[in-house]
């Protein structure tokens, strides 16, 4: 906050020291303040937005694949990112460089997953499953084709009644996916 502030008192100073004439180089300037300060603003903004985001998918992989599953995820959808990967070092209790913890976005909503050093007796259930409200049809075919590659569709692409377009899917990695056309 304290840049932003700093930055709007400079832009001030610049834009009430410049002569009436409208100095280019002072334009220049002050044009690039402007994109600065609405760089910051944008930075601000998401930051605050991921702050104040309290509740996240939590998937756990027990194959060492949660860096591919991340991967491919990111890959799949659209405004999606990685945001931080903690790793295993050597002298942890995973195979060194699997996943201890990693954060990403989904279009906007926030997942963690991690790579589990021990065998658990559960594995990942279709009684728990990302919903995905598709725009188009061409968004949920993709979709569909994508996750279902390697896994296998609990319910194939058709209409059910209360939907035009749906599909429940669990892909590869067994993580269940329904997806919905809008």
């Known amino acids: ?68 599953a991340m991967n491919f995820y990111v890959g799949l959808f659209e405004n999606s990112r990685i945001i931080d990967v903690q790793r295993y070092g050597k002298d942890g209790p995973a195979k060194e ?6 954060t990403f976005e989904l279009n906007g909503s926030k997942f963690m997953c991690s790579d589990s050093y021990i065998k658990h007796e559960w594995a990942f259930t279709p009684g728990v499953s990302n919903m995905v409200e598709c725009k188009t049809n061409d968004e949920i075919e993709m979709l569909f084709t994508k ?13 059910y009644g209360w939907s035009t377009k749906f599909a429940f899917i669990e892909d590869q990695f067994g993580v269940s996916w329904q ?3 809008k």
């Open 1 to 68: 906050m304290n840049r932003i502030t700093t930055l709007l008192i400079l832009a001030l100073l610049v834009f009430s020291c410049s002569d009436s004439k409208g100095n280019n180089d002072t334009n220049e300037k002050l044009n690039a303040l402007r994109v600065e300060l609405d760089s910051l603003k944008k930075s601000k903004a998401e930051a605050s937005n991921a702050s104040n985001k309290q509740i996240a998918t939590f998937l756990t992989f027990q194959e060492n694949n949660a860096e591919e």
């Open 97 to 102: 460089g699997t996943i201890m913890v990693a």
């Open 147 to 159: 996750l279902s590659e390697n896994g296998k569709a609990l319910m194939p692409l058709d209409n």
């Open 179 to 181: 997806l919905n056309l």
